[in-house]
Nanobody
Framework: QVQLVESGGGLVQPGGSLRLSCATS????????MGWYRQAPGKQRELVAT???????DFADSVKGRFTISRANAENTVYLQMNGIKPEDTAVYYC????????????WGQGTQVTVSS
């Protein structure tokens, strides 16, 4: 069973920082693009950031300049560094591992809650 294990969520004040982590197996990590998505109450899940194995990144406009995504290849872990956090960043954050060439796969973590409040 594929596992994406997320950690690092919690309560943070506006303007603060958090770092989310997502660890998986080497087999999955080395064959996929990794990403973070989020889902706020009453809203659809949306892309936050993605990173390919080669390190190419993509960000939602709403987080550009505030969030960074990185891969620690030796640790099979992807990180989402969140700086300048805003109340609208409150959501459940999900880690994703996706491969778009054969063998295809699309795996999700269980989600970690980020709550921004003063």
């Amino acid at each position: 069973q594929v596992q994406l294990v997320e950690s690092g969520g919690g309560l943070v004040q506006p303007g603060g920082s958090l770092r989310l982590s997502c660890a998986t197996s080497r087999s999955i990590f080395t064959r996929s693009s990794m990403g973070w998505y989020r889902q706020a109450p009453g809203k659809q899940r949306e892309l936050v950031a993605t990173i390919t194995y080669g390190g190419s990144t993509d960000f939602a406009d709403s987080v550009k300049g505030r969030f960074t995504i990185s891969r620690a290849n030796a640790e099979n872990t992807v990180y989402l560094q969140m700086n300048g956090i805003k109340p609208e960043d409150t959501a459940v954050y999900y880690c994703n591992a996706r491969r778009t060439v054969f063998p295809l796969f699309d795996y999700w973590g269980q989600g970690t809650q980020v709550t921004v409040s003063s």
